[in-house]
């Protein structure tokens, strides 16, 4: 264990001592200021008048709130994510244990929890710490605002402390949501993870739409490995170079970031176009790590069936058009990267139905309106099932993929 790691753990631990001390000593006086401890959990409610919803200010919203199950839609489509994952994942698993052979990633998507210096690097967590606090924001400034809009108070609002993350909250009134029709609540319980979604959304634009700000983007291919005997190895081709262009044509006159986030068969498709047109083959080969080094090569097979002979995988070299834009594009990219990750996975894990999550409380409040004393013992059925899922997938997956 990294020793950064045992100083973090070991601060952690005599913070929270600390805490649950004071707090035990000074609970009145502490709760006045709206404080709590309760073990790892530190909790501020900063704002304890109620917030009624506002019948000027909603007004015109609830003339069109059939809008407003465009949230129960997304939830629904975050669910069916959630499960898809989950059970190829299954799936998959089950397939590699009767091959004998490890699961690759891809067959395989691994669902592995963010444990600061084991699953995650140590320079990355102020990042992901920010990221999750701005993803918190958001699910409960959703959940609070259509509480608002569909007539429920909120109680209180403030800040909550769970291990290292600092997370936003807002406290629904109880009374007021019970009340509420069962539409109703389904669109308060599905605005978090719409919420996320939404922030998904726009962190993968705006990083697709940063990153050519601060980089000139050289899509293209990795070459992992050259294989003996073939048209690269009587070339000369090197390993560790990326192919960025074939006979002039640059790959990125081809294709954009998007296409190669979520699409990048496309290079694949772009680079079976070339080497069908020619046995002769020019590469021009780019060094990731120094841009200003390019090698153009000529490559010769004996047909356009044959292969080149390199091991090859997709690839965006990065080069800051400044120094500047170098520090502030990484540090955007890094930023806007995690966001996207984090948010699409916390809409996918808080749709599923467990316990703590709103994809539960969902499940609870329909079954309860369907089947009324069979519906709660049903919902919990459902829930410990799929929690059971989860775990087997995040057990694997550390067994797996986690050095």
């Known amino acids: 264990m990294p020793n950064e790691l045992i100083?973090?753990?070991?601060?952690?631990?005599?913070?929270?001592?600390?805490?649950?001390?004071?707090?035990?000593?000074?609970?009145?006086?502490?709760?006045?200021?709206?404080?709590?401890?309760?073990?790892?959990?530190?909790?501020?409610?900063?704002?304890?008048?109620?917030?009624?919803?506002?019948?000027?200010?909603?007004?015109?919203?609830?003339?069109?709130?059939?809008?407003?199950?465009?949230?129960?839609?997304?939830?629904?489509?975050?669910?069916?994510?959630?499960f898809k994952i989950l059970f190829e994942n299954i799936i998959g698993m089950i397939k590699a244990i009767g091959a004998a052979e490890a699961p690759t990633k891809?067959?395989?998507?691994?669902?592995?929890?963010?444990?600061?210096?084991?699953?995650?690097?140590?320079?990355n967590l102020p990042t992901i710490i920010a990221v999750v606090a701005l993803a918190a924001l958001v699910h409960e400034g959703m959940h609070a605002l259509v509480s608002l809009v569909e007539?429920?108070?909120?109680?209180?609002?403030?800040?909550?402390?769970?291990?290292?993350?600092?997370?936003?909250?807002?406290?629904?009134d109880e009374k007021d949501f019970e009340k509420l029709r069962l539409r109703s609540k389904l669109r308060i319980l599905s605005a978090g993870v719409s919420g996320n979604i939404g922030l998904a959304i726009i962190s993968i634009v705006?990083?697709?739409?940063?990153?050519?700000?601060?980089?000139?983007?050289?899509?293209?291919?990795?070459?992992?490995?050259?294989?003996?005997?073939?048209?690269?190895?009587?070339?000369?081709?090197?390993?560790?170079?990326?192919?960025?262009?074939?006979?002039?044509?640059?790959?990125?006159?081809k294709t954009n970031v998007l296409t190669l986030l979520f699409n990048p068969q496309k290079l694949n498709e772009i680079l079976s176009e070339f080497k069908l047109k020619g046995e002769t083959l020019e590469l021009t080969l780019m060094?990731?790590?120094?841009?200003?080094?390019?090698?153009v090569l000529t490559v010769v097979r004996n047909s356009t069936k044959d292969p080149i002979g390199v091991y090859?995988?997709?690839?965006?070299?990065?080069?800051?058009?400044?120094?500047?834009a170098a520090k502030v594009g990484y540090a955007s990219q890094t930023f806007l990267l995690w966001s996207f990750a984090i948010n699409l996975g916390l809409a996918a894990i808080?749709?599923?139905?467990?316990?703590?999550?709103?994809?539960?409380?969902?499940?609870?409040?329909?079954?309860?309106?369907?089947?009324?004393r069979n519906g709660a013992t049903l919902s919990r059925i459902v829930q410990a099932f799929f929690?059971?899922?989860?775990?087997?997938?995040?057990?694997?997956?550390?067994m797996l993929y986690v050095p």
Not at 361 to 369: R, S
Request: no cysteine; proline share 5%.
């Open 387 to 398: 929690l059971t899922i989860l775990l087997i997938n995040m057990v694997a997956s550390v």
């Open 7 to 82: 100083a973090i753990l070991l601060g952690y631990v005599i913070f929270i001592s600390l805490a649950n001390a004071v707090y035990g000593v000074y609970k009145d006086k502490l709760r006045k200021l709206g404080l709590e401890v309760s073990g790892i959990t530190i909790i501020w409610r900063i704002f304890r008048r109620e917030i009624v919803p506002s019948e000027k200010s909603f007004k015109r919203i609830r003339k069109v709130g059939f809008l407003l199950d465009a949230l129960i839609i997304v939830m629904i489509a975050s669910l069916l994510i959630g």
């Open 106 to 123: 891809g067959v395989v998507t691994p669902v592995v929890p963010l444990i600061p210096g084991i699953t995650i690097s140590l320079s």
């Open 151 to 172: 007539g429920s108070k909120i109680k209180s609002a403030g800040l909550a402390l769970i291990t290292i993350i600092l997370a936003p909250f807002v406290e629904i």
């Open 206 to 253: 705006l990083f697709a739409t940063l990153l050519p700000v601060f980089f000139n983007l050289y899509p293209g291919f990795y070459i992992a490995d050259v294989v003996e005997k073939t048209a690269a190895e009587k070339a000369n081709v090197p390993e560790n170079m990326v192919i960025v262009a074939i006979n002039g044509t640059y790959f990125r006159e």
């Open 312 to 324: 090859l995988y997709p690839y965006i070299v990065m080069e800051p058009r400044s120094k500047l």
């Open 287 to 295: 060094n990731p790590r120094n841009t200003s080094e390019i090698l």
């Open 350 to 372: 808080n749709a599923i139905p467990i316990f703590i999550t709103d994809g539960g409380k969902a499940l609870d409040e329909l079954l309860k309106q369907k089947l009324r």
